[in-house]
């Protein structure tokens, strides 16, 4: 394998990621507030498609963006008051949410486009472009470091960047800052937060909004920047494989963006490598599809060790009189 095909493959993963890493972070910060969120799969799916719903209407990529950011706070306020506010079951919430989003967003797409549940594709001012970093086409020719510089590190689209740097920046918050520490706190003993005069549900709405809001920028990437308009339930699972993520990550941000890049490795050999031939037998493209879904299970099922998650994960919290 020369050392262009392996930056194909390198620059596949990177894209593929992206949306992954950024469901996983926001599947982050909610459950490190003590807040489960299946529902990572249906703000990501509303997002999508509001935010190429809007850009093939506008023209405007930014003005999908916003849309998309919206609609998965909707989502996000929708499962705050279910489960925060009515103190209902997290999980019921999450998985009504991704049944919510999957028949709304191809009614919707049916009402508005006629085509099949689709938007129409996005022109390039309804997409985001890729962004030629300094001195790329300068360095191109640079044996070994100059292709790496082009192909893998530049090239790619805003939201990539922005999703990388939210990697750090959520460390940052967490552990280096007070709002950080009260929230971890409100996912291990809420009680105590409660008794230092701190609102356990404002922390938690703020950790659900946070939430929103990142799902909100993956669904957008998926519509507007991977692809180049909303299909029926595009998200494919991902919302699920960002939780996967999360767990196999240990709830840990530096360890998300190490698993959701395992697994948009995978996916990227996947695609890359259709009907596979080992010699001794050819693997079928559909064996390749799964492949990074059988990968998921096997890795969470063997691989990870004990994964703790916040103590008060999943239970409403009741203020005692």
């Given amino acids: 394998?020369?050392?262009?095909?392996?930056?194909?493959?390198?620059?596949?993963?990177?894209?593929?990621?992206?949306?992954l890493l950024l469901?996983?972070?926001?599947?982050?910060?909610?459950?490190?507030?003590?807040?489960?969120?299946?529902?990572?799969?249906?703000?990501?799916?509303?997002?999508?498609?509001?935010?190429?719903?809007?850009?093939?209407?506008?023209?405007?990529?930014?003005?999908?963006?916003?849309?998309g950011i919206l609609a998965s706070l909707a989502l996000s306020g929708l499962h705050g008051l279910a489960s925060i506010t009515?103190?209902?079951?997290?999980?019921?919430?999450?998985?009504?949410?991704?049944?919510?989003?999957?028949g709304l967003t191809v009614?919707?797409?049916q009402s508005w486009f006629q085509q099949g549940g689709r938007t129409p594709a996005l022109l390039s001012g309804g997409r985001f472009g890729g962004i030629t970093l300094p001195g790329a086409e300068?360095?191109?020719?640079?044996?070994?470091?100059?292709?790496?510089?082009?192909?893998?590190?530049s090239g790619h689209s805003i939201l990539v960047y922005v999703a990388f740097a939210c990697v750090p920046l959520t460390w940052w918050i967490l552990y280096r800052t007070r709002f950080g520490l009260r929230l971890r706190a409100v996912g291990e003993n809420p009680e105590a937060v409660d008794t230092a005069g701190i609102s356990v549900i404002r922390l938690r709405y703020a950790a659900v909004l946070i939430c929103g809001l990142l799902c909100g920028i993956a669904g957008a990437y998926l519509a507007t920047a991977l692809q180049a308009g909303f299909v029926q339930d595009m998200t494919a699972g991902r919302g699920y494989i960002a939780l996967a993520a999360l767990i196999f990550a240990k709830w840990r941000p530096w360890q998300a963006l190490y698993a959701t890049l395992l697994f948009g490795f995978l996916q990227a050999v996947a695609l890359r490598y259709q009907n596979l031939d080992l010699g001794f037998i050819t693997l079928p493209v559909q064996a390749m599809d799964a492949l990074p879904y059988i990968l998921t299970v096997v890795i969470l099922a063997g691989f990870i060790g004990k994964a703790v998650p916040p103590r008060a994960g999943g239970e409403p919290y009741v203020k005692e009189r």
């Fill in 1 to 19: 394998m020369d050392l262009m095909t392996i930056l194909q493959v390198l620059d596949s993963t990177v894209r593929l990621a992206t949306p």
């Fill in 23 to 67: 469901a996983c972070l926001a599947g982050l910060f909610s459950e490190r507030a003590g807040i489960f969120d299946i529902g990572l799969e249906g703000k990501m799916l509303a997002a999508a498609f509001f935010s190429a719903a809007i850009a093939a209407v506008t023209g405007s990529v930014w003005m999908g963006l916003g849309a």
């Fill in 86 to 102: 009515f103190r209902g079951n997290q999980l019921i919430s999450g998985v009504a949410i991704n049944f919510l989003a999957a």
């Fill in 107 to 109: 009614l919707i797409a």
């Fill in 138 to 153: 300068t360095l191109r020719e640079v044996p070994v470091l100059g292709p790496i510089y082009y192909e893998l590190i």
